[in-house]
């Protein structure tokens, strides 16, 4: 068993940047979730929690992961992991991600002028130690390059805006025998992302965590369609020609019912439809803006006011 906190640092208003940072990462810990920061295992842990390597074993390795996020692009990381017993381990990891081909349009006259590709890259080093048996302690510096190839005429900048961030973890098996570790992460404590001028600078982003507690909530409240054979204890009628009754909810189901409501009821009439749609049912944006009827990026807008208000609701500082 796994206890997990993860905290997100340097947290603004609406607009936010670097999202890049916060991508998951890792088949084995994405199917974990905030789990990993506890119980992550090989070089994905890395992306996590730090200190996860430093009683692990020498590593190379590539991760080809897929998100809604680059669902049209590119997702890929190589990690190299060095580790002596009882010392410690050193990492060198590079990310490369691409967003797909976006249409550039002139704001005048509404007719697209060419096209380009969101490109980001993050470059990391990491240390992390031992501390006796139980405690290790890592830490992860991150720099996060972003370029936007054009092709015809974009509005993009021309520069290649950067921006460096933290990570600091730390792990401790609380039982002789594992069952028990807790993990501690604070993930991108740094600097704000400029990508014109200093008032326009973006802090990094608590935003993903909101609404990755919103679909946590979501699927422990059983909410999601059944996709595979039931086999739970049919329910029994209870009188005469009677219906079965629906099952009962057990305790924490109905507490995540509660929490996922009262987020929707936070997030606002207007704004939990877009909510909804990408951050439980996994429609891409342009779906969810197309079945919503709405103008192509409007999407963006509408949906990082609802993960404020999400963020604001579960306390998210």
């Given at each position: ?42 070089s994905?842990?890395?992306w ?10 020498r ?39 691409t ?7 002139d ?11 969101p ?5 990391a ?9 139980r ?21 993009t900048?021309?520069s ?40 326009q ?6 935003q ?9 909530d ?8 059944r ?26 189901q109905?507490d995540a ?23 439980c ?10 079945a919503?009827?709405?103008p ?19 306390r998210?500082?």
């Amino acid at each position: 068993m796994g206890l997990a906190h993860a905290g997100f640092a340097q947290t603004g208003g609406a607009a936010q940047g670097a999202l890049d940072f916060l991508l998951p990462i890792g088949a084995r810990s994405v199917g974990m979730g905030l789990a990993a920061v506890a119980l992550g295992t090989g070089s994905d842990a890395l992306w996590w929690n730090p200190a996860l390597v430093a009683r692990g074993p020498r590593e190379v390795a590539l991760h080809i992961t897929q998100t809604l996020a680059t669902q049209a692009g590119t997702d890929a990381a190589v990690a190299f992991v060095y580790s002596v017993p009882r010392v410690g381990s050193v990492a060198l990891s590079y990310r490369y991600l691409t967003y797909g081909e976006q249409p550039a349009v002139d704001s005048a006259t509404g007719q697209q002028t060419g096209t380009f590709v969101p490109t980001s890259t993050i470059a990391a080093a990491s240390f992390a130690a031992p501390f006796g048996s139980r405690l290790a302690v890592g830490v992860t510096g991150k720099l996060l390059r972003i370029v936007y190839p054009c092709t015809g005429a974009c509005s993009t900048t021309s520069s290649a805006p950067e921006t460096g961030a933290l990570d600091i973890g730390a792990q401790y098996v609380l039982t002789k025998d594992s069952l028990v570790t807790l993990g501690a992460a604070v993930r991108s404590l740094g600097f704000k992302l400029q990508i014109n001028d200093a008032p326009q600078a973006d802090a990094l982003p608590t935003q993903f965590d909101a609404g990755e507690r919103l679909r946590t909530d979501w699927e422990r409240a059983q909410l999601a369609p059944r996709v595979t054979m039931a086999w739970d204890a049919a329910p029994v009628a209870r009188g005469r020609g009677g219906s079965a009754s629906a099952p009962d909810l057990c305790g924490s189901q109905i507490d995540a019912k509660r929490r996922f409501d009262g987020a929707l009821e936070a997030a606002g009439p207007g704004l939990a439809d877009i909510l909804w749609r990408i951050v439980c049912a996994g429609e891409g944006m342009r779906d969810a803006e197309t079945a919503l009827g709405w103008p192509a990026r409007a999407g963006k807008l509408v949906l990082t006011l609802a993960l404020d208000r999400v963020a604001s609701f579960y306390r998210i500082p």
